[in-house]
């Protein structure tokens, strides 16, 4: 359980394609949040944290966002993310953006240090709900992210959120195969990026199973292009499910 004996406040680094394109991920991580015991605050003057800027080569212009990202949220007692990409760049690339300013490398380090993406922190801090162990199970299979898994070394954790919150998983044959999207990848190289994405959805679709889950925007954005009007896979983000198993 959490070592904190007061009502923990928390903010919500809400990343650009939930602000702008998924609203309903954001209002489900306040959800899931709120229920969790957390105090949620919303610093509204947030905006990109910088990271499409970084990986286009621009690290000035994601220096400027980056700043303003660590100025909004380094007071906080924790950072939380419904992204494992966008918290991927506060804690691995920050640190190397100011690795020539001292000062703005000390509070990078610092903001590193207590950002989580949703399923980490539940798990961290030891709020997750505890199962009955004869309580149905809906199925669902998952989506690991290329930045969750093999930056964050983040696999068991959204794991473990969903199954504690009712769900069992039945896994793909690689689950960690990416989804196509890598974000200006998918505009740069369209055409292998959709292609990657079909492979993706194909894999899914073998489980068995109705719903794909995955705590990435931006995968889910991706997968979610390329399906058909009528299909009855479903891609949803892990903060929506968790919000609906209550």
Do not use: W
């Not at 680094?13 to 105090?39: E, F, K």
């Not at 798990?123 to 669902?140: D, I, Y």
């Amino acid at each position: 359980m959490s070592n904190y004996t007061h009502k923990k406040k928390v903010a919500l680094l809400v990343t650009c394609l939930v602000d702008q394109a998924l609203p309903d991920i954001g209002v489900s991580t306040v959800n899931v949040l709120r229920r969790a015991g957390y105090d949620v605050a919303f610093p509204s003057a947030q905006t990109c944290c910088g990271q499409p800027s970084y990986n286009s080569g621009f690290h000035d212009e994601a220096k400027k966002l980056a700043r303003r990202t660590i100025d909004i949220f380094v007071d906080y007692e924790a950072v939380v993310l419904p992204s494992g990409s966008c918290t991927t760049m506060i804690r691995k690339e920050y640190p190397q953006l100011f690795k020539n300013d001292p000062k703005y490398y000390y509070l990078a380090l610092r903001l590193a240090k207590k950002t989580f993406e949703l399923g980490e922190f539940l798990n961290k801090e030891g709020k997750l709900p505890q199962a009955e162990a004869t309580e149905p199970k809906t199925a669902v299979t998952y989506h690991d992210s290329c930045h969750m898994c093999r930056m964050l070394d983040l696999r068991d954790e959204p794991r473990q959120a969903l199954t504690a919150h009712g769900y069992s998983i039945i896994e793909m044959e690689t689950s960690d195969r990416c989804c196509g999207f890598g974000g200006v990848f998918s505009v740069r190289m369209p055409e292998i990026s959709n292609a990657m994405t079909a492979d993706k959805l194909h894999e899914a679709r073998k489980t068995g199973m109705k719903t794909m889950v995955t705590s990435d925007p931006g995968c889910l954005i991706q997968m979610r292009g390329l399906l058909q009007e009528d299909d009855d896979l479903k891609i949803e983000h892990i903060a929506t499910m968790l919000d609906k198993a209550g």
